[in-house]
């Protein structure tokens, strides 16, 4: 079923035991309400994972913005990490990365008629929101607060990695999980991201079993759809390009150098393999915050590349904390191409999906114009 495998540090089993203890814990005083849990009026959809890293919460966050955003005023709250600044902040014109985060200024960029606003507390961020006179949100998604379980959402959906399912995974630090397995039970659905496209059905019932899952919760399989590749920078054309952007059927002959501040940019190396065999890479962790070195050793590395078409390709959210960057090398600019990157649900069970996420918004919200 999946030939990735990753490495578990069983020599830290005693460290994840006590801090699972302590997560453990954490949760039961949430349920058992020693430590406060707030609802709120209006729909309120949570999107998170169990385990550090990279599962493409953006990315579905951003197909639920494109299913909901021309019947409802939406709001995007996330915690904005890495972030210059402190408490709420509403993204504006003049939002940066630095200001708001890569990923909240990613979606700010992508869907400027949506709301998006940061806070490390979710709660006086949803009451900001909330309070705001001519734009108040009739309904607020959540990126990244599965554990932030002072808000209690109405629909929670719990993202996996197909590549490293929770049920494989192990507490940290010996693993990658911030808290048990059992935090699953939280979730109404439970998607399995980054699916290879040929996935085979055995495979979806292998998977299905193996999570165990309550009778109240739904489980749907996600795979990344990749868009042409379009200049960063507008200065940008080769003789490939159509209106500025490039199909990946083009890139057979053009060597490839492909830059990432991701949590896992092996799905993306893999699929510019598929049409180019001249891919190099240089990964760095994940929101990492390009220094002046770090962009003279890509512009070394890229004028290294052998033959005579040549491109950078990078992340939307790395493109976020590189356009504005002031180091990168003039020169490089016209070959900075980023990758878009969209999801889609796999078994036919797109319309499912879909309407699952319609009903429970038209029932908690004054607004029914969806249908």
């Known amino acids: 079923m999946n030939d990735h495998f990753f490495k578990i540090h069983k020599w830290l089993y005693p460290v994840s035991w006590l801090y699972g203890t302590a997560i453990f814990l954490r949760n039961k005083f949430f349920d058992w309400r020693l430590l406060p849990s707030r609802s709120y009026t209006i729909p ?6 169990l385990a ?26 996330s915690r904005g990490y890495k972030r210059s600044t402190r408490g709420f902040v509403l993204a ?14 990613q979606m700010h960029s992508k869907f400027p008629s949506v709301t998006v ?14 309070s705001l006179e001519a734009a108040a949100p009739e309904l607020i998604l959540l990126d990244d ?17 197909y590549h490293r399912l929770f049920c494989d995974d ?34 979806y019932n292998i998977i299905a079993k193996r999570m165990n899952l309550f009778p109240y919760q739904q489980l749907y399989f996600s795979s990344f759809r990749y868009g042409k590749l379009r200049p960063l920078f507008q200065t940008a054309a080769t003789p490939n390009s159509i209106d500025g952007e ?3 059927s083009a890139l057979t002959e053009t060597s490839i150098l492909l830059v990432t501040g991701i949590a896992s940019p092996r799905s993306i190396a893999s699929k510019l393999k598929q049409y180019s065999r001249r891919v190099e890479t240089i990964p760095f962790g994940d929101h990492h915050d390009f220094s002046a070195k770090d962009m003279q050793q890509v512009s070394e590395h890229f004028h290294r590349l052998s033959g005579k078409r040549r491109l950078l390709v990078t992340t939307e959210k790395d493109a976020t904390r590189l356009i504005s960057h002031p180091h990168v090398d003039e020169q490089l600019k016209p070959y900075i191409y980023v990758l878009p990157i969209e ?3 796999l078994q036919n069970q797109q319309d499912k999906f879909n309407q699952q996420i319609i009903d429970y918004v038209r029932e908690n919200t004054r607004n029914s114009s969806l249908s």
């Open 44 to 49: 309120v959809i949570s999107i998170g994972n």
């Open 52 to 77: 550090v890293g990279g599962t493409g919460k953006t990315p579905h966050t951003e197909y639920l913005i494109r299913l909901l955003k021309d019947h409802y005023r939406i709001a995007v709250l």
């Open 92 to 105: 504006t014109p003049e939002s940066t990365a630095k200001t708001i985060g890569d990923e909240p200024y």
């Open 117 to 130: 606003a940061v806070d490390e507390s979710r709660c006086h961020g949803i009451e900001q929101l909330l």
């Open 145 to 161: 607060a599965f554990q932030h379980r002072y808000v209690k959402p109405g629909l929670s959906i719990l993202l996996t990695d």
């Open 170 to 203: 192990a507490l940290l630090p010996a693993g990658r999980l911030r808290e048990p397995v059992s935090g699953k039970n939280r979730a109404q659905i439970v998607i399995v991201t980054k699916c290879p496209q040929d996935i085979k059905p055995i495979d």
């Open 246 to 248: 490039i199909a990946l």
């Open 343 to 345: 999801i889609e649900i």
